[in-house]
């Protein structure tokens, strides 16, 4: 029912910026889910955003040093990443779904290809 691309990762240095954007496509979307897979690790949420509300979820790990914004006009939602660190290196994904907003991986079924984020100096 979805189509997710992800976009904007890269190289960056520990305590640098990166800005990940997720291109949505489709009907019924009332949630856009970020999550990350580090090499060897499980899947794990990162931030939601309800695309009709508004509302955000974060994970822990992040708070603080992430945002989550949408943009509901060109079906779009961002992540500002500030202050990265090594450990957020992983392959970023969003993920889609027609109910409200979730950081579980199990609850959504439309998935992105994902985007390469590597923290290193």
């Known amino acids: 029912q979805w189509q997710l691309v992800e976009s904007g990762g890269g190289l960056v240095q520990p305590g640098g910026s990166l800005r990940l954007s997720c291109a949505a496509s489709?009907?019924?979307?009332?949630?856009i889910g970020w999550f990350r897979q580090a090499p060897g690790k499980e899947r794990e949420g990162v931030s939601c955003?309800?695309?009709?509300?508004?509302?955000?979820t974060y994970a822990d790990s992040v708070k603080g040093r992430f945002t989550i914004s949408r943009d509901n006009a060109r079906n779009t939602v961002s992540l500002q990443m500030n202050s990265l660190k090594p450990e957020d290196t992983a392959v970023y994904y969003c993920a889609a779904r027609p109910w409200k907003c979730s950081i579980t991986p199990t609850d959504f079924a439309s998935w992105g290809p994902g985007t390469q984020v590597t923290v290193s100096s």
């Open positions: 489709g009907f019924t979307v009332h949630a």
């Open positions: 955003i309800s695309i009709g509300g508004g509302s955000t």
